[in-house]
C-alpha cells in the first residue's frame, strides 16, 4: 500500500513559454495536485532452494553452511501499469515483468559462539511491451510526462549482496546478527514503437538510470519446540544510511514459522 498527499508543485524557473510549451496543463504558476493511493498484492516470486552443512575439524572453523537458491519472478502486481497515471512514478512491482532470481550464500562457524557469512542475491528480468508515459522533451521531468507510448522496456540487472556477523548459544536456540546490505539495480533501456517520438529523448528519463541503497540490519532470532512442533522465530530492524537515485529509510518487522 503506497499514500501520497500533500503534493504540491511550483515552478523554480519563471519562463511562461517554456513552461506552457512542455506540459501546459500542469504549469500554471502554482498548482495544488489531487493525492492518490496505490493498493493491492505486489510482484512474487516461486524459490527453490539447497543447502549442505559441511563439518570442519580446524581451529577456528567449525562448520560451513553452503546454499543456493534458483526460482521465477512472477509479475503479479495488481496496479501493474497504473503507478505511471500518478505524480511519483512509484510502482508495487517491475511493471509486468518476468524473471529469473537466483542467489547463494556462504555461512562458517566460528568456534562455538559465533558466525559469519555472504550472500549475494540477484535477478535477471525479461523485456515487456506496454504502453507508457514517456519523456518527449529533454526539459522535462519525469513528474511531468504527459505522452502516453506503446514501448519496449528492458528493465535493468537487480543485485544485492550483504555480509554479517552473528552470535549464538552454544546449542544456536538464540543468535543475534548484524548484516550490511548493499542492493543496485541497474540502468533499464527503453524503445519506442512510434516513429513520432525520438528514443535518445526518452531514454534520458531518470527513472530508467541505476540506483543504489545501503542499509544496515539487526537479527534477533530464537526457536523452540512446543510437544511436535518446532516453532522458529525472529525479529529485525533496517536502517537506511545511504542510497544514490533511492529512497532509503528505517523498517521493523517479524516472523514466526512453525513446523510439524
Not at 140 to 168: N, R
Not at 208 to 231: M, P, R, V
Not at 235 to 255: D, T
Request: charged letters at 15%; a negative charge; glycine letters at 6%.
Amino acid at each position: 500500500s503506497l499514500k501520497v498527499k500533500n503534493i504540491f508543485a511550483d515552478i523554480v524557473q519563471k519562463n511562461q513559454t517554456i513552461e506552457s510549451e512542455i506540459n501546459p496543463l500542469i504549469f500554471k504558476h502554482k498548482m495544488n495536485l489531487q493525492p492518490y493511493l496505490l493498493k493491492g498484492i505486489g510482484d512474487s516470486f516461486f524459490l527453490a532452494s539447497w543447502q549442505q552443512y559441511f563439518y570442519e575439524d580446524r581451529d577456528l572453523i567449525t562448520g560451513l553452511l553452503a546454499s543456493l537458491r534458483i526460482g521465477l519472478y512472477l509479475p503479479t502486481a495488481s496496479q501493474r501499469n497504473n503507478f505511471m497515471e500518478t505524480v511519483l512514478k512509484i510502482p508495487l512491482g517491475y511493471d509486468a515483468a518476468w524473471g529469473i532470481p537466483f542467489g547463494g550464500s556462504i555461512e562458517l562457524d566460528l568456534g562455538p559462539f559465533a558466525g559469519a557469512g555472504i550472500s549475494a542475491d540477484c535477478i535477471t528480468f525479461f523485456e515487456d511491451l506496454l504502453p507508457r508515459y514517456i519523456k518527449t522533451d529533454m526539459r522535462q521531468t519525469d513528474l511531468f510526462t504527459s505522452e502516453k507510448v506503446l514501448s519496449l522496456l528492458h528493465p535493468g540487472f537487480k543485485e544485492s549482496f550483504s555480509a554479517y556477523v552473528s552470535a549464538h548459544t552454544l546449542e544456536k536456540n538464540f543468535l543475534g546478527t548484524i548484516a550490511y546490505q548493499y542492493n543496485k539495480q541497474n540502468e533499464s533501456d527503453i524503445t519506442i514503437c512510434n516513429p513520432l517520438y525520438v528514443n535518445l529523448i526518452a531514454q534520458t528519463a531518470e527513472l530508467l538510470e541505476s540506483w543504489t541503497a545501503h542499509n544496515l540490519i539487526f537479527i534477533a532470532q530464537g526457536n523452540t519446540s512446543l510437544q511436535n512442533i518446532d516453532i522458529l522465530y525472529n525479529a529485525f530492524f533496517k536502517l537506511g544510511f545511504h542510497g544514490m537515485r533511492s529512497i532509503v529509510g528505517n523498517s521493523f518487522g517479524f516472523q514466526i514459522t512453525c513446523s510439524f
